[in-house]
């Protein structure tokens, strides 16, 4: 690889800026075919739950896509607009917040109404991937509409990319697979890491395993739990949390910006995508965003303190149902719980702080959460149905034990995310110098 236009000589101006003069610029559409997927009608049972892998877009963040939770049946594929797509199709998402995100797809599956199929008439798929990725930035900015980017067929195919000559797009989409390839091995490292980190959050949540200088009585004892320890007790969950008040702002309320009131609020979409850790510390995680100056804010704000937690009331599935976060280095900022989300406190003193966030998390405590989600495409659970949930308690020491052993485990996959972040960053910086030709390949 040679720096600048050595190899061939001049440049040319284009919407896109300054490309090498022997490549083109071309509406996507005009080197590919795209068409988007449906949803069965959620009302109907029989659709849902088959066999068929059904892809939403919040599938299309993991760019190659092997699995999916979702599962639409026969009857529900041919009473709808959801589509079929092959093994190795470009897909992007079309709406909200993923709106421009891109994967390939590895698998056959079904693609509902947020998702595009992109079919490129030439073999150049891992080329246009790329591509689209650079241009993501570019995309999101040029279509923004009410505060998101909302995408539509006519609009993805009149996106223009910049092409150099075959041989060069097969060249360089191989450089930047070695950096995905890279990419995806720290991720397969970083999900093994946080399987392992969950298999033991589940023994020393549920009293299976114990930190030994925790014991004080031996034996376990039957309860609707399950078997936990003799010295752990079992409470309902408003008999040991208080529910406080939330100021359920929408995004166009928000900002990230600093202001003068600088009340920070935090909406369930961060907890479902944004915030890593169970411990949102605020000395570390700069993306809570702020309530903006012009928002006219209720009477008699509840701030929240630290060691209060934050749960998202609705999730898109199962596994995000009771998803929580800890507050941690609070200090004197002001803070407040947003939209979809239920600020809770332990005024019962029953728990250490550190521990409380997993006490959401352990196997039982989750089937029941699940067993209290109401909804079909979106699940949501109640104040109510929430307060009844029981939660088992070890004792204070084993509380504070637990929690170190686990805030271990979550460092060490924060400095693993790091090293992944790097690697995207340098990725970034090659896409930016090979995707505009300031550097070209040797073919």
Same mark, same amino acid.
């Given at each position: 690889?040679?720096?600048g236009?050595f190899?061939r000589?001049?440049?040319k101006?284009?919407?896109?800026?300054w490309?090498p003069?022997?490549?083109e610029v #071309?509406?996507?559409?005009e080197v590919?075919?795209?068409y $988007?997927?449906?949803?069965?009608?959620?009302? %109907?049972?029989?659709?849902?739950?088959?066999?068929i892998p059904?892809?939403n877009?919040g599938d299309l963040n993991?760019?190659?896509?092997?699995s999916?939770e979702?599962?639409? +049946?026969?009857l529900g594929?041919?009473n709808?607009?959801?589509?079929?797509?092959?093994p190795e199709?470009?897909? %992007?998402?079309?709406?909200?917040?993923?709106a421009?995100?891109?994967? %390939?797809s590895?698998i056959?599956?079904?693609?509902?109404q947020?998702?595009l199929?992109?079919?490129?008439?030439r073999?150049f798929?891992? !080329?246009?991937l790329?591509q689209l990725i650079?241009?993501q930035? !570019?995309?999101?900015?040029t279509?923004?509409q009410?505060?998101q980017?909302?995408? $539509?067929g006519?609009l993805?195919k009149?996106c223009?990319?910049?092409?150099p000559?075959?041989p060069?797009q097969?060249?360089?989409?191989?450089?930047l697979?070695?950096w @995905?390839e890279a %990419?995806e091995?720290l991720?397969s490292y970083?999900?093994?890491?946080?399987k392992?980190?969950k298999?033991l959050?589940?023994?020393?949540?549920t009293g299976?395993?114990r930190i030994? *200088?925790?014991?004080v009585?031996?034996?376990?004892?039957?309860?609707?739990l399950g078997?936990?320890p003799?010295d752990?007790?079992?409470?309902r969950f408003d *008999?040991?949390?208080?529910?406080?008040?939330v100021?359920?702002?929408?995004r166009e309320?928000?900002? @990230? #910006? @600093?202001?003068d009131?600088g009340i920070?609020?935090?909406?369930?979409?961060?907890?479902?995508?944004t915030?890593?850790?169970e411990l949102?510390d605020?000395d570390k995680?700069?993306r809570?965003?702020r309530?903006?100056?012009?928002v006219?804010?209720?009477?008699n704000?509840?701030f929240?303190e630290?060691?209060?937690l934050?749960i998202a009331d609705v $999730?898109?599935d199962y596994?995000?149902?009771? +998803?929580?976060?800890?507050l941690k280095n609070?200090?004197?900022?002001?803070?407040?719980g947003g939209l979809?989300?239920?600020?809770?406190?332990?005024c019962? #003193?029953?728990?250490?702080?550190?521990f409380?966030?997993?006490?959401l998390?352990?196997?039982?405590v989750?089937?029941?959460?699940?067993?209290i989600?109401?909804?079909?495409?979106?699940?949501g659970?109640?104040? +109510?149905n929430?307060?009844?949930?029981?939660?088992?308690?070890p004792p204070?020491?084993?509380?504070?034990?637990?929690? *170190?052993?686990l805030s271990k485990?979550?460092e060490?996959?924060?400095?693993?995310n790091? *090293?992944?972040e790097?690697?995207?960053?340098q990725? #970034?910086?090659l896409?930016?110098?090979l995707?505009?030709?300031v550097w070209?390949?040797k073919?």
């Open positions: 690889m040679s720096r236009a190899t000589e001049g440049y101006k284009t919407e896109l800026g490309i003069e022997d490549w #071309k509406r996507l559409g590919a075919e795209v $988007s997927g449906g949803t069965p009608s959620t009302v %109907i049972r029989e659709y849902y739950g088959g066999e059904w892809i877009s993991k760019t190659k896509i092997f999916v979702g599962r639409i +049946t026969e594929l041919r709808s607009s959801a589509k079929i797509i092959q199709t470009l897909l %992007i998402a079309l709406y909200g917040a993923t421009g995100v891109v994967a %390939i590895k056959e599956a079904a693609i509902n947020a998702v199929a992109i079919i490129p008439r073999d798929v891992y !080329f246009l790329h650079y241009l930035d !570019f995309i999101k900015r279509y923004k009410g505060g980017a909302n995408l $539509s006519e993805v009149s223009p990319l910049a092409l000559p075959l060069e097969k060249k360089i989409a191989e450089i697979s070695t @995905d %990419i091995k991720n970083i999900e093994a890491k946080k392992l980190k298999a959050m589940q023994k020393l949540l299976k395993q030994k *200088e925790s014991i009585r031996e034996g376990y004892k039957k309860t609707e078997w936990i003799e752990w007790e079992v409470k *008999e040991v949390f208080s529910f406080l008040k100021e359920p702002l929408s309320a928000l900002t @990230d #910006k @600093d202001n009131l920070y609020n935090i909406h369930y979409g961060d907890l479902h995508a915030y890593k850790s949102l605020f995680e700069k809570v965003p309530i903006k100056d012009s006219i804010l209720s009477h704000l509840n929240l630290e060691g209060d934050v $999730s898109e596994l995000g149902i009771g +998803t929580c976060i800890e609070v200090k004197e900022r002001k803070i407040l979809h989300t239920f600020s809770v406190r332990d019962s #003193k029953k728990t250490a702080e550190g409380r966030v997993y006490l998390k352990s196997f039982e989750l089937t029941a959460l699940k067993r989600a109401t909804g079909v495409s979106v699940y659970i109640s104040k +109510t929430l307060s009844r949930i029981k939660i088992p308690l204070l020491a084993e509380q504070k034990k637990i929690a *170190e052993i485990a979550d060490e996959i924060d400095l693993l790091q *090293e992944l790097k690697l995207k960053i990725k #970034k910086g896409m930016q110098k995707l505009t030709g070209r390949v073919l």
